[in-house]
């Protein structure tokens, strides 16, 4: 199993950027399909982008395309989220999951291997 560690989150402004980090230990990144989940109280956890070697990157809900990528540095056993232009309805918790192969899923389920979490709030 893969330790993940995120970082990155912190308190923005509306239109601002963050990146996001999640380190991986314990085995070898390229061997794991990478995804941020977010994750605000009373709501299910939402498949926000994904990496893999199969897959390429994606992003799935409608709200991130073209705000949000995701990129991976195997070297550094890095999986980063440059979040842009960040809206207030972006504040969450963002989780970082792993899964063992190489195709993305946007269901939680899927992954098993979780990170603590990283808040991100976005208010003015």
């Known amino acids: 199993h893969l330790q993940l560690v995120e970082s990155g989150g912190g308190l923005v402004q509306p239109g601002g950027s963050l990146r996001l980090s999640c380190v991986a230990s314990?085995?070898?990144?390229?061997?794991?399909?990478i995804a941020w989940f977010r994750q605000v109280p009373g709501k299910e956890r939402e498949a926000v982008s994904c990496?893999?070697?199969?897959?390429?990157?994606?992003n799935y809900p409608q709200s991130v395309q073209g705000r949000f990528t995701i990129s991976r540095d195997n070297a550094k056993n890095t999986v980063y989220l440059q979040m842009n232009s960040l809206e207030p309805e972006d504040t969450a918790v963002y989780y970082c999951?792993?899964?063992?192969?190489?195709?993305?899923?946007?269901?939680?389920?899927?992954?098993?291997?979780w990170g603590q979490g990283t808040q991100v709030t976005v208010s003015s």
């Open positions: 990496t893999s070697g199969y897959d390429g990157s994606k």
């Open positions: 999951a792993a899964s063992v192969g190489y195709v993305c899923y946007d269901v939680k389920r899927m992954y098993d291997d």
């Open positions: 314990g085995g070898t990144l390229d061997r794991y399909a």
